[in-house]
């Protein structure tokens, strides 16, 4: 008797934690993330800050704001942070510049912005929020998305205001493992000698639940280590990378160009939409569509009824929600 009311209770519990109603989740990004390379320090670190994120957006939602405004808050924090390959944090490119990408999608109309390729603006996903909200476009890139930034009056810095060691440290790292090698031919199915030791995918990401039942999702990045040509990654790519309707919103994180050809984040949303599929279902099976194709990464995705999923093939991802009674979960490992 005592082993069966035992295993109600355990039952009963189970279900209540399945049941708990998210309104906002967030990641850091996926990669190569050990805890046996983790300081506690820096662990410490990214714990504090992806509280800080989730506390933000959801103080905009406690207050009757939109999705849009919880999501502008969480990755604003983000980008802000120099932990992260967004923002102040973003990684160099080839030519040790940096180039941000950031977009958002609103579920309600499926309205949708995103900048590609900006070198100047502090705050990318509010730029991408502003192409959104004020211009006629869904994506706008390079000079012409800084123009138009400053046209609205958002924060415009030096290149300089991106430069971090760490960041530098790792291009120079990259620059000397190409130089060592020979130079060979690569497939879109073979991960360039370039990428190898920058196997951690910092983009940072948010999708938010309203109180009137609206979601939003938002990705912001500052793509690949050594980069070259303008390469422009999945996040900025309505479907791809962010993706929000009526039922689900998604932000992915990871190899970009393998979240492109699968078109991560839509497939998600048409599981659910055309196949009836939970969003823990349909989250898991297109990160395994990802990997079968050779793509490594995570995503985060959100439901209309405050179920989440956060399905990733890395060793770990920086991640975490919280519910609309304030319950923080923060998530680094496997």
């Known amino acids: 008797m005592k082993k069966l009311l035992l295993a109600s209770i355990v039952t009963f519990s189970l279900m209540m934690s399945a049941q708990k109603k998210y309104v906002l989740v967030i990641h850091g990004g996926a990669g190569t993330i050990l805890k046996s390379n983790m300081t506690a320090e820096k662990e410490n670190a990214y714990k504090a800050k992806l509280t800080e994120a989730l506390k933000a957006g959801y103080a905009e939602i406690q207050k009757g704001n939109t999705s849009i405004d919880a999501v502008a808050a969480s990755i604003t924090i983000m980008e802000d942070s120099p932990l992260f390959n967004a923002g102040k944090g973003a990684v160099f490119t080839a030519d040790g510049t940096n180039e941000l990408d950031a977009s958002i999608m609103y579920g309600k109309d499926k309205s949708a912005g995103a900048i590609a390729g900006v070198h100047t603006i502090k705050n990318p996903i509010k730029t991408a929020i502003a192409v959104m909200q004020k211009s006629e476009h869904v994506m ?122 699968a078109t991560a984040a839509r497939t998600i949303a048409a599981k659910m939409e055309y196949q009836n599929k939970d969003v823990r279902t349909a989250a898991q099976e297109t990160i395994d569509e990802v990997e079968k194709m050779g793509g490594d990464g995570g995503l985060i995705a959100l439901d209309k009824d405050g179920n989440i999923a956060m399905p990733f093939n890395t060793a770990g991802m920086y991640r975490g929600a919280i519910t609309e009674k304030g319950e923080i979960l923060i998530e680094i490992y496997k």
Do not use: H
């Open 140 to 261: 706008l890139s390079g000079v012409g998305a800084e123009q138009f930034a400053k046209e609205q009056n958002l924060e415009i810095v030096d290149p300089k205001y991106f430069w971090t060691k760490d960041r530098w440290e790792g291009l120079q790292k990259l620059k000397q493992k190409e130089q060592s090698k020979t130079n060979k031919k690569v497939s879109q199915n073979t991960l360039p000698e370039s990428y190898e030791i920058d196997q951690k995918f910092g983009t940072v990401g948010a999708v938010a639940l309203d109180k009137s039942g609206n979601i939003t999702a938002g990705t912001s990045t500052g793509g690949m280590t050594n980069k070259k040509y303008g390469r422009i990654g999945d996040a900025p790519i309505i479907g791809a990378g962010t993706y929000a309707d009526s039922q689900v919103g998604i932000s992915a994180t990871g190899w970009g160009e393998y979240f492109i050809r």
